[in-house]
């Protein structure tokens, strides 16, 4: 009788278990995910790398501790998951992917100038905080590497395509190509040209355009701002500046000094007659 139980069990076919896809579940993981990036980099911005910790990230997102550990893993990964989701928005999709359908090379890297410009001013943040810890931090080293070789895999991605549409200067690899482009949008380039010489945002997607489409694309094209009028130092304003922030932290150091008790002054001793 066993046996035949177990016959008759073996004869029945396994029920496959369905896979779970609820998009209102997936819409509120991303939802929370959102809130744990914005309260990381929050805490990151007051308190530094180091005293940030995820139990503390946890407390500024209203989650769970358990809940950034399954979304993050890590400090490390709440480093990527910030930076995936400052690079990888949303709000990007419809511009970068519209890039690849235009067709003729001067259109395209233009567009491409336009992307970068957008992209690079809402990361900026994100940039400047992995930059400046990476010097005292390996995780944040590693984070700035990875970051950067990111960006070359999409750089190699949009040359390739250039490459099937005949955009390609003849005679220029693809791997070649992609560090060129890799070089040109890089954060340090834009960080020098808009916060330190105050080029627009105009500017600077115009020069990105150019540096790409004359490297690129063999442009027989003008270079930008030929002819402009007079033009002032950005780094005069950047020194104009410093100079102002220097100035008001002398003034607020002297209005803390002048908050103080003074000293009382010392006796004159009385010689005796």
Same mark, same amino acid.
């Not at 890297?109 to 994100?126: C, K, N, Q, T, W």
């Not at 990875?146 to 070359?152: I, N, P, W």
């Not at 005949?166 to 560090?179: K, N």
């Given at each position: ?9 073996? !004869?029945? %076919? +396994? ?6 896809? /609820?998009?209102?579940?997936? =819409?509120? *993981? ?92 809402? !990361?900026? %943040? +994100? ?6 810890? /990476?010097?005292?931090?390996? =995780?944040? *080293? ?132």
């Amino acid at each position: 009788m066993a046996r035949k139980a177990a016959e008759d069990t073996a !004869a029945k %076919p +396994v029920k496959k278990t369905r896979a779970y896809h /609820s998009p209102r579940r997936k =819409e509120q *993981a991303n939802v929370t995910k959102a809130r744990i990036v914005s309260a990381a980099m929050q805490l990151m911005k007051e308190k530094g790398y180091a005293d940030m910790t995820l139990e503390a990230i946890a407390r500024e997102a209203g989650v769970a501790p358990q809940t950034v550990y399954a979304v993050c893993g890590s400090k490390k990964g709440v480093l990527a998951a910030i930076l995936e989701t400052t690079v990888e928005a949303k709000k990007y999709d419809k511009l970068r992917d519209s890039i690849p359908q235009i067709m003729t090379g001067k259109e395209r890297v233009r567009e491409i100038g336009h992307f970068m410009s957008v992209l690079m001013e809402d !990361a900026m %943040p +994100v940039f400047d905080i992995i930059r400046g810890m /990476s010097v005292l931090s390996p =995780e944040f *080293a590693e984070q700035e590497y990875d970051q950067s070789m990111m960006l070359l895999e999409k750089c190699r991605k949009s040359v390739h395509k250039m490459a099937e549409d005949g955009m390609l200067r003849p005679g220029l690899s693809e791997e070649r190509a992609a560090e060129l482009y890799w070089s040109i949008s890089t954060p340090g380039l834009h960080r020098r040209l808009t916060k330190m010489l105050n080029w627009s945002a105009e500017e600077y997607a115009a020069w990105v355009s150019y540096l790409i489409g004359v490297a690129l694309l063999d442009w027989d094209s003008p270079m930008p701002f030929l002819n402009e009028g007079p033009r002032k130092s950005g780094l005069a304003c950047l020194k104009k500046k410093t100079a102002e922030e220097k100035e008001e932290s002398i003034v607020g150091d002297e209005d803390a000094s002048s908050d103080k008790i003074p000293a009382p002054k010392p006796r004159r001793r009385v010689k005796a007659s």
